[in-house]
């Protein structure tokens, strides 16, 4: 019997998830070689990658200590749009990450072998995302070292009071740190396996030391496993309801309040639907400039881009839908302050926020109806860039244009950020860069053992002739 | 392989733990401490210009709060006076002391002299000291017994927990108006008890939300 009849690339259907003949070795070896890598042996496009983005972090560095000396007067927020690019970055870093629970918790409940590759870097990028979110409701306080008890219900002598429990925001707060820690302990503990690998497999004193402690002492007994794969199970299902729920709590800092063109009820699912959409092509970006620049053809292959592409068809498209129903109830409620702010919307003074919103984030997905731009590398690069540029004006449109027109027309106002605004943004993704790249490198960036179990698809192909005869 | 870790890791490693978790607990208690403003600002006392004694002028001398710093009854700034107002004394008092110097140069020229600010509170608090003042606050609730400072420093913390303890329970720090800028005034009967008298009279309510005093 040959592998034709079983082999699924043959059949030119659900071809492996992984390619290029691939064995359990040889996963092992392709993996860890990145972290085991001597510093030349890195290809030198990483480190040049590396000192760019490490660059830009010191341009963050400077932009928050700025703010600290002198107040956040440098940030261009002020009356009427007291809320601006901060809450516009923070939501904007929030969604990012919602790419990675969904792909790491959703799609392992679901059983959805494609994740294995993805799902690692996935919940990277989610963390490193949570990160560059928290540094806006820390620093916009002006005085983070107080934000502590600001921010959190912490007994004090300072203020003699407690958040306003009434508020969405302290919500956003419980929310945003039960995202943090769980995605923190999902992570970990996805890694510890692969951390005992590369424990396994240290030669120099100090890395046995290091990756032996952070192993936990792993020793792949049965028992370990049956806890191991228990445990994830369970945190799968604690983090699949943060999928929604974080992103909700993130919307009723704007749906509760009384300003037209927030108080609506469709926030909560049209911002998860975004949070997933833009999450979905960040991860895009990253994997894509990660594949080149480690070599992980093999891992990440365009049957894994893909399905990401069809998630941000579909994510896209509700976007879309949701941008239609927002301005069909504002017609249909007859309100006409409603009406006016969305009219305004499109036509008023940041109509041009409006339409690379429109363009971006509902014209440019519907691209991917195509079957060979769904495949082809460089056009998808483009798109999960434009759609997070789309996805930012988004998070913009709705923050700063409902803001501008105040009720009083007295009080109106246009928004301009400062440059202490922009470098600051600029800034944070110099952060969350440098800390994906630091992790690539440093971490097993693909996860070992899960890739290996989807590897056992293959396990007729015993031998080596075999092999060959298959791949050619 | 040999085993990489010793029998005694587990030992180290809680030993390590507890010291890591008592310092980070230290660490954090600590910095709460040395953050709090009544660690770090109250006994603030800046290098004046001109060594004007408050305690000569007000305590032995006797000139009320209001002489010079004239607008607390009708402005939300405590007016910081002008020079004008020191040489309606000095041009007759001690027209001659070195002391007077940077006053006198001051006068001359018309450019006012550069006095710090000691009680200041952030930019997004508003205060006002006409609201204060008519309902009965004293100085010395907020400034201390500037009558016995030789140079005036910040006695009190000026925190939120402390505006806000007097806003939810005013009664002990409210007098009558005659005692206002009387800072050595001893009630005859319990302060709280005049100042619940007086509440009721002029029904006082200090706001408690936080566009009180942040817009």
Known sequence: MSGVRQDPQLLGVNPPLVQGGRDYHDVTDDISSITEAKVYETPMKYWIALACTSSVVLVLGFMLSYLVANGIGVWGNNRPVGWAWDITNFVFWIGIGHAGTLISAILFLFRQKWRTSINRSAEAMTIFAVMCAGLFPLFHTGRPWRAAYWLFPIPNTDLNMWQNFRSPLIWDVFAVSTYATISVLFWFVGLVPDLATLRDRATGKMKQLVFGFLSLGWRGSARHWRNYEAGYMILAGLSTPLVLSVHSVVSFDFATSVIPGWHTTIFPPYFVAGAVFSGFAMVMTLL???????????????????????????????????????????????????????????????????????????????FYWSKTLRRSVPFMFCLSIVVNIGMWFERFV??????????????????????????????????????????????????????????????????????????? | MAAIFSKTSDLILKVAGAVIGLGAVSGIAAFAYLSYPTVIDTGYQPKQPVAYSHKLHAGELGLNCYYCHSTVYKAAFAAVPGTEVCMGCHSQVRQASPRLEVV????????PIHWVKVHDVPDYVFFNHQAHINAGVSCVTCHGRVDQMEEVKQVKPLNMAWCIDCHRNPAPNIRPADKVTQLDWVPDRPAEEIGREIIAQKHIDPPTNCSGCHR
């Open chain 1, 288 to 366: 894509i400039i990660c594949r080149y620049l480690l070599n992980l053809q093999n891992y990440i292959t365009i049957k894994h881009l893909e399905n990401m592409n069809k998630i941000i068809l579909v994510t896209g498209s509700i976007v879309g839908y949701a941008y239609v129903t927002e301005f069909f109830i504002a017609w249909y409620s007859g309100n006409p302050y409603e009406r006016f702010t969305f009219f305004n919307r499109a036509f008023g003074p940041y109509w041009w926020a409006y339409w690379s919103m429109m363009t971006c984030n509902v014209i440019s997905p519907q």
């Open chain 1, 398 to 472: 709705i923050i700063a244009t409902s803001l501008h027109r105040d009720f009083l027309p007295s009080s109106w106002g246009y928004f301009q950020p400062t440059w202490v605004d922009i470098m600051t943004f600029v800034g944070t993704f110099g952060l969350f860069l440098t800390m994906f790249l630091l992790f690539a490198r440093f971490l097993p960036m693909i996860a070992i053992s899960e890739v290996k179990g989807v590897l056992a698809v293959e396990k007729h192909l015993y031998s080596e002739t075999q092999r060959e005869e298959v791949y050619k």
């Open chain 2, 104 to 111: 006198r140069q001051s006068y001359a020229s018309g450019s």
